[in-house]
């Protein structure tokens, strides 16, 4: 079955600082996705980015970068300089087990990230 | 172009009561997914429709959830009668089904409440 674990249940920081968020998945699939959702307080999800199994590379989008390792099944989020918009509870997804689209959701890691 | 919407945003009913959420996907999207958090737990997986017909229905908890997308458009999960554990935010996502394993888009959710 898959999993995702994402053991930082909450993170504090001070505007700024760089932070990562850490996910860790289990999955037998050798073809699946994986995505990175932020939620924040007004409850909507929004997405932020979506990778395959088979594209390792690293990708950076302005103050956010993702490191995919399939190595130690790790998929892991930082975000470079922190602003309070930041603010928010961070989903790690994964999918693909037996050609089922459906999403497999860590428990989140709420950041909050104090000016 | 318009998100995912849902209706209601919140909803508090008693225990035995009916509720009916709707969920309206982004226009052309044939991929439509209900998930749901409970309270402290994860996001889980309910069903997921292509247009019309439901293609993956194994999250779904019991008989007591029903969920319907006439005519490949809109969405609606019913809960019937609704128990004090059906409580939690009820999500709504849609895809693009052109591409396999397409992104997925959240709308806000919907808050139920069962006294």
């Known amino acids: 079955a898959q999993k995702v674990t994402q053991a930082q249940t909450e993170i504090s920081v001070v505007e700024k600082e760089d932070v990562t968020l850490d996910c860790v998945y289990e999955?037998?699939?050798?073809?699946?996705?994986l995505f990175w959702y932020k939620q924040p307080p007004s409850g909507e999800l929004v997405f932020l980015i979506r990778?395959?199994?088979?594209?390792?590379q690293n990708e950076i989008s302005g103050r956010y970068s993702w490191n995919f390792q399939k190595s130690t099944s790790s998929f892991n989020f930082t975000i470079t300089a922190s602003q309070v918009v930041d603010s928010a509870v961070y989903f790690c997804?994964?999918?693909?087990?037996?050609?089922?689209?459906?999403?497999?959701f860590g428990k989140g890691t709420k950041l909050t990230v104090n000016p | 172009e318009a998100g995912v919407t849902q209706f209601p945003s919140h909803s508090v009913i008693e225990k035995g009561q009916t509720v009916t959420l709707r969920c309206d996907p982004i226009s052309g999207h044939d991929n439509l997914y209900w998930y749901r958090r409970v309270m402290g737990k994860e996001i889980k997986f309910l069903l997921h429709f292509v247009k019309e017909s439901k293609q993956d229905e194994s999250g779904m908890p019991n008989n007591r959830f029903l969920a319907e997308r006439t005519g490949g458009t809109y969405s609606t999960l019913k809960v019937q009668p609704a128990e004090l554990e059906d409580s939690g935010v009820y999500f709504c996502?849609?895809?693009?089904?052109?591409?396999?394993?397409?992104?997925?888009?959240f709308g806000p959710g919907t808050r139920l409440l069962v006294l």
């Open positions: 999955t037998r699939d050798t073809t699946y996705y």
């Open positions: 990778r395959n199994s088979f594209d390792e």
């Open positions: 996502a849609s895809s693009h089904r052109a591409v396999r394993q397409e992104t997925q888009y």
């Open positions: 997804a994964l999918s693909g087990q037996g050609g089922s689209e459906k999403l497999v």
